[in-house]
């Protein structure tokens, strides 16, 4: 069955050091990967998306995610993180025949130490 | 930019009462599904539609749960009898193509108290 894995629940860095969050998601084909990341009682912002190309994806908010297909992953990274950046990241990948529903991991939950 | 728009943004309703939760999708979408996310937890497929049918939906999605879409603009999510366990956030989705990207609304904060 197609599931998404994201190992680390909690995660806390220092405000300015680098920070990565991995995502590994298990499906047959190469599915459509996302990086949503939701504040307490928010919606889902999307951060980035791959479908297809450039294995190095940049997002918003100075975000990247590299896909790597030998590892069935997609990790989220950034080189310098700010206080703001304290919230929940969610990995979603979309598959891509027979069915078109997203499938979420469980969440990383970034802390931010000043 | 077009977004998918949700009402209302907070419901509260007693055990055993019917909730109507509404989405408006992207005007020229024609795929559209709900998804849930329960307080902590991550967020849950229910339900996928076109044209006027389910295409799919998740075990979660029983007999209590019912999608419409009324007009051309609105698409809804039906609980009949909810309980305690439906409180969730409840997501709508839109996608131009059935494999294009899903369009996520704000979501509808269920309380059943």
């Known amino acids: 069955a197609q599931s998404v894995t994201q190992p680390d629940i909690h995660i806390t860095v220092s405000e300015g050091a680098s920070l990565e969050l991995r995502c590994n998601y298990s499906y047959g084909a190469t599915p459509y990967l996302f990086w949503y990341v939701q504040s307490p009682g928010q919606g889902l912002q999307l951060l980035l998306k791959y479908f297809s190309g450039d294995t190095l994806v940049q997002g918003i908010k100075g975000f990247e995610a590299e896909f790597k297909r030998s590892q069935s992953s997609f990790n989220l990274r950034k080189p310098s993180v700010h206080w703001s950046d304290a919230a929940e990241y969610f990995c979603?990948?979309?598959?891509?025949?027979?069915?078109?529903?997203?499938?979420f991991g469980t969440g990383t939950r970034l802390k931010v130490l000043a | 930019e077009p977004e998918v728009t949700q009402t209302p943004s907070h419901q509260v309703t007693q055990m055993g009462q019917e909730v109507i939760l509404r989405c408006v999708p992207i005007?020229?979408?024609?795929?559209f599904y709900w998804y849930r996310q329960i307080l902590g937890q991550k967020v849950e497929f229910l339900v996928s539609?076109?044209?006027?049918?389910?295409?799919?939906k998740s075990e979660i999605f029983d007999d209590q749960f019912s999608v419409e879409r009324p007009d051309g603009s609105n698409f809804t999510l039906k609980i009949r009898s909810t309980k305690l366990e439906d409180s969730a956030m409840y997501f709508c989705?839109?996608?131009?193509?059935?494999?294009?990207?899903?369009?996520f609304g704000p979501g509808t904060r269920l309380t059943v108290t």
């Open positions: 539609f076109y044209n006027n049918e389910i295409s799919e």
């Open positions: 005007s020229n979408h024609l795929y």
């Open positions: 979603a990948v979309g598959l891509t025949s027979g069915t078109y529903k997203y499938i």
């Open positions: 989705a839109s996608s131009i193509a059935v494999s294009g990207e899903q369009y």
